[in-house]
């Protein structure tokens, strides 16, 4: 049994970034993280153990004098807030492809604002997910937030249009929303639409296709919270439908473990949330077959 692990799979540089930044900052002392650090729960542990404390905007608004790290994900304007007014040093790790999203939505809200427009900001994005609460936040929690085309419903084509998207969605899905707008916007309206997908982690998609194609069987390894994951994992299964998501080595079951026995090949890929050690103790755990 040849064991094979995708080269383009694990951290993208946002999330690499962000865990180097926390290494070095634990070395100085008592450092917090708002929110989880990356959507993969062995990698917070790992964290964890080395003194990594992780805290909710509840324990923000209590906590005064220390250190705060913020994740790739970015932060809403509340945040910094509420650091400055608690004496919060703030640790920035927030992605750059990020920022530059939030930049381009609050100068966007800015306009409409000093303009008086009834323009209407919309994102494309999961709901609830942390760099879209801090790219609502832009707008003061203003924006329409759409997690599926079919959703578009909610925007009122009789008003000016701005479509943002978050940084890990769907190419495809993005291009499907700006023709459905476009199909019923009228001409005296504004439609401007902007591509703010981060292409290291769109372009993952076709390669992670090619790999899986290539594999007898293929283990997708990916936190059970991370959406990047979820999205990546049913492209591998598309792909390859001898596909099977672990979290873990530990879920490398005896039916699973049998499966792969049988077989020449198995790959072994990951999302942009999945630690290359983790995919390396599932490989492990294969070849000690």
Same mark, same amino acid.
């Given at each position: 049994m040849?064991?094979?692990?995708?080269?383009?799979?694990?951290?993208?540089?946002?999330?690499?970034?962000?865990?180097?930044k926390?290494e #070095?900052?634990?070395?100085?002392?008592?450092?917090?993280?708002?929110? @989880?650090?990356?959507h993969?729960?062995?990698?917070?542990?790992?964290?964890?153990? !080395?003194?990594?404390?992780? +805290?909710?905007?509840?324990?923000?608004?209590?906590?005064?004098?220390?250190?705060?790290?913020?994740?790739?994900?970015?932060?809403?304007?509340?945040?910094?807030h509420?650091?400055?007014?608690?004496?919060?040093?703030?640790?920035?790790?927030?992605?750059?492809?990020?920022?530059?999203?939030?930049?381009?939505?609050?100068?966007?809200? $800015?306009?409409?604002?000093?303009?008086?427009?009834?323009?209407?900001?919309? /994102?494309?994005?999961?709901?609830?997910?942390?760099?879209?609460?801090?790219?609502?936040?832009?707008?003061?929690?203003?924006?329409?937030?759409? #997690?599926?085309?079919? #959703?578009?419903?909610?925007?009122?084509?009789?008003?000016?249009?701005?479509?943002?998207?978050?940084?890990?969605?769907?190419? @495809?899905?993005?291009?499907?929303?700006?023709?459905y707008?476009?199909? $019923?916007?009228?001409?005296? +309206?504004?439609?401007q639409?902007?591509?703010? +997908?981060?292409?290291?982690?769109?372009?993952?998609?076709?390669?992670?296709?090619d790999f899986? $194609?290539?594999?007898?069987?293929? /283990?997708?390894?990916?936190?059970?919270?991370?959406?990047?994951?979820?999205?990546?994992?049913?492209?591998?299964?598309?792909?390859?439908? $001898?596909?099977?998501?672990?979290?873990?080595?530990?879920?490398?079951?005896?039916? +699973?473990?049998?499966d792969?026995?049988?077989?020449?090949?198995?790959?072994?890929?990951?999302?942009?949330?999945?630690?290359?050690w983790? !995919?390396?103790?599932?490989?492990?755990?294969?070849?000690?077959?």
């Amino acid at each position: 049994m040849q064991v094979t692990i995708d080269s383009g799979s694990g951290f993208c540089f946002g999330v690499t970034t962000a865990i180097k930044k926390a290494e #070095e900052e634990l070395q100085k002392g008592v450092l917090y993280c708002l929110g @989880d650090i990356v959507h993969n729960g062995q990698e917070v542990q790992r964290l964890a153990d !080395m003194g990594l404390e992780t +805290i909710d905007y509840d324990d923000l608004r209590t906590l005064h004098n220390a250190r705060v790290l913020l994740r790739a994900h970015g932060e809403p304007p509340s945040t910094y807030h509420i650091a400055q007014q608690n004496d919060i040093q703030i640790i920035d790790a927030s992605c750059p492809v990020v920022l530059r999203l939030q930049k381009k939505i609050r100068d966007t809200y $800015r306009h409409i604002r000093e303009t008086g427009s009834q323009a209407q900001i919309v /994102i494309f994005g999961q709901r609830g997910h942390a760099e879209v609460i801090g790219l609502e936040g832009q707008t003061n929690n203003t924006a329409i937030v759409i #997690e599926r085309p079919e #959703e578009a419903q909610k925007i009122d084509f009789q008003r000016d249009i701005y479509l943002f998207s978050q940084t890990t969605k769907s190419v @495809d899905e993005f291009r499907n929303l700006v023709s459905y707008i476009q199909n $019923r916007c009228s001409e005296s +309206i504004q439609f401007q639409w902007y591509d703010t +997908i981060c292409r290291n982690v769109a372009n993952r998609v076709e390669r992670l296709k090619d790999f899986a $194609r290539q594999q007898d069987r293929v /283990i997708f390894v990916g936190g059970k919270k991370s959406s990047n994951a979820k999205v990546l994992f049913q492209h591998c299964q598309e792909a390859n439908p $001898r596909t099977v998501f672990v979290s873990s080595e530990k879920e490398l079951t005896n039916d +699973i473990l049998a499966d792969c026995q049988k077989v020449d090949k198995v790959g072994i890929c990951g999302a942009t949330s999945t630690p290359l050690w983790l !995919m390396e103790k599932c490989k492990e755990k294969l070849l000690n077959l």
